[in-house]
């Protein structure tokens, strides 16, 4: 069982920053891939981020490519999202997602849990 809890979201102007945490408990967590995905209102579910157990390969959208980037400190259990160059149509709720496998995945299906969510916001 993995429970994860995600913080650092909020409001924020366009073109600045936010650090996304995941903190995870469970002891499965650094043998896992871990993912990134956010909900804005009345859209569907969009991937943003992924990176596999060892954090030696990440997986970033298109939209978001140049501007975040995902990564992992096992010891601490934690998984991050870096925002940089923040738009307002990146105003949603992100939720991080554990696999039960090493290597990620793309799609939601491929992640067995998940996070409450947390809410960023991006004023223009």
């Known amino acids: 069982q993995v429970q994860l809890v995600e913080s650092g979201g909020g409001l924020v102007q366009a073109g600045g920053s936010l650090k996304l945490s995941c903190a995870a408990s469970?002891?499965?967590?650094?043998?896992?891939?871990m993912g990134w995905f956010r909900q804005a209102p009345g859209k569907a579910w969009d991937i943003v981020a992924a990176?596999?157990?060892?954090?030696?390969?990440?997986w970033l959208a298109d939209s978001v490519k140049g501007r975040f980037t995902i990564s992992r400190d096992n010891a601490k259990n934690t998984v991050y999202l870096q925002m940089n160059s923040l738009k307002p149509e990146d105003t949603a709720v992100y939720y991080c997602?554990?696999?039960?496998?090493?290597?990620?995945?793309?799609?939601?299906?491929?992640?067995?849990?998940w996070g409450q969510g947390t809410q960023v916001t991006v004023s223009s």
């Open positions: 997602a554990a696999g039960s496998k090493p290597y990620y995945s793309t799609s939601p299906g491929g992640y067995g849990y």
């Open positions: 469970g002891r499965t967590f650094s043998s896992a891939a």
């Open positions: 990176i596999n157990w060892s954090g030696s390969m990440t």
